[in-house]
């Protein structure tokens, strides 16, 4: 009997379940989305007129020639059209039909307002679904349909890069550099466009003005723009480093829907204010005497010294504070061992002036011989439109001459050419010469140098008006062409010479002879090198600007470079490193064979874009290789230039 009653319960629920299932059966939720099918989309707390879609299978087994659903919405959700709380509408096929067939999909849509106190999460509507099968048999269903609203996306913004601008070109800041413009590339990461973007840069207490504001009119979803900051000012006590600044946005952006969010985001900038370049004096020419060139004896009062420095490095230098620290049995004539001076004059790139230094005592007890005075020259560089005060170290080499000798030394200088020049490993036909003076009673003639020069100089000449004689209290010169091996490290040296002669030719001739030790110093050539700049970064060929896309073949990237410096950059090649994305079809061009100061030229590239490059601003990276040829020194020099192109939508 228990196995009769078991085996009929069992046959009851199997009856049960089939009639469930004819019942849930009769029409199949398929899908519930947000906007359109091609775009669906996401609802969000606010939304307004968001399109929602139903689709729905008809598994009744009957052709419908009409269907109608009416939605019952959930509180806070309200139809668009009405503002009622239940909205209805017609189903219809994906080709508009109205009529239905038998396990065909119906669409049903609505336009829903969601109040904005709504919090996301899925909310239930009720789906009452009315229709009219071909038989003229009317029937209804009921569905329950979930809702999503979502959290209303946050946008990220990211800084990408920041740089510093003078009169439209890029520049690095220094303590005192005024009227600077700072560009900011805020990269915007999110999916939408942000607009009516406001800008407020808080700068660090070293910058003035504190506070700056900027202001863009839209960034694109995915890209990136630059906000612009003028006017800013370095003050002079700052110290070199990297500085935090702080950059807050506020923004507007729209999500689907007509959701309108205003956002405010704040993001740290790093601002570096470079350590002062040095000025680049060279030492040309050192000489006691004001004007006339004179001899130094232990025992000297009251003499001056005058050395002569040239301006090789990039920029014009005025307000000369210059200190001469004397060795040790040098004195001034006020006491101490340290002369300042200050000289109101400005020097050009490659113009050079004379520092006088008086006053200067010579202790008795001093050996003849070579000396080394420190000079320490604290100047302004005229850097755009900014004086930066930079300070540069140098080695005076100074002679004392001994008191017994005819002859003595008073002068050294090196040439290149007619040009006053220093000494450098590699320098070929440079020319040192040294100034003599004959404090004798006689006349000297048949003057025969002979010269002890240090391991890696080599000499290919000797001449100059002392190899003829040199008349009584008179000044003559003798000529030393040299080179110098690139072995050579930088440094002091000593150029031991001695000179036999003939005192008092034709009356009572006397064989005679001067022993010096000249003190020279070989610069490091690391420290000369030219100013190229880039001036012009383009897409396309020619004159006009081209737009490049994702997918673009065969473009050409043209760069054009400019020499502001003061050397002559020989076979300036370029070469073109690009980030992923970039294939680089001709990397390497030849800019010029010879660039001149103040003279630009252009180099080609040639690039396809991968076409799943994303649109936005990309750094790229053009190296430069030339040669410089200084004082008869061939210096092989690299740099490294960055700059911004765009791949555009």
Known sequence: MQRVLAIMLLCLLIIAIIDLATVSAEFTLINVYWGTYNNPQKAHPGSRNAQLNIEIRNDLGLDLVSVVGCLKLPQGFHSSITGDNVTCTTGFTEGGRGYIESGEVFRLTYYIDIGSYVEPGTYYAELNISYISQDTEEGWYELH??????????????VVDSYWIYAGTQTVPYPGSTDLTLAIVVKNLGNENITDVRAILELP??????????????????????????????????????????????????VYSQVTVEDQQSLDVKLEVSKSPEPGLRIVRVQWGSTTPQPAY????????????????????TAIDAT???????????????????????????GSTTLLFPGIYISQDIEPGAYIAKLRVNCSLIIDTSQIRSVQELEVPIIVSGIEPNLSIIYIQWRYGTQPAVPLPGSRNLVLEIGIANHGEHSIASVVPEISLPKGFRLLNVGGSCIGGCARASVCNLLLTLNISNSIEPGNYVINLVLRYIANPGNGEVLDKALFAIPIHIDNPDLYDTKLELIKVKW???LGPQVVYPGSRHVALQVAIINHGIYTAQGVVVEL??????K????????????????????????????????NIYEVIINTHYFLDVYGAYLERSKTLKTLIEISK
């Open 145 to 158: 349909i979930p809702l999503t609203v979502s959290q209303i996306p946050s946008i990220e913004l990211e």
């Open 205 to 254: 207490e070293v910058f003035e003005p504190s506070t700056l504001r900027s202001y863009l009119p839209i960034i694109p979803s995915k890209s990136s723009a630059q906000l612009v900051f003028s006017g800013i000012s370095v003050k002079r006590n700052a110290s070199p480093g990297v500085y935090g600044a702080l950059l807050r946005v506020n923004f507007t952006y729209t």
């Open 298 to 317: 232990p025992g000297a009062r009251n003499l001056a010294l005058l050395v002569e420095i040239e301006n090789l490095g990039n920029y014009p230098i």
């Open 324 to 350: 001469l620290e004397l060795p040790r049995g040098f004195t001034y004539i006020y006491g101490g061992s340290t002369i300042d001076i200050h000289r109101d004059v400005t020097i050009g790139i490659g």
């Open 540 to 542: 396309g060929p020619g």
């Open 577 to 582: 490193e690009a980030p992923e994305g970039f």
């Open 584 to 615: 680089i079809i001709i990397s390497k061009d030849t800019c010029s064979a010879s660039l001149l100061p103040g003279t630009s030229c252009t180099a080609t590239f040639y690039v396809d874009i991968d076409l799943n490059t994303t649109p």
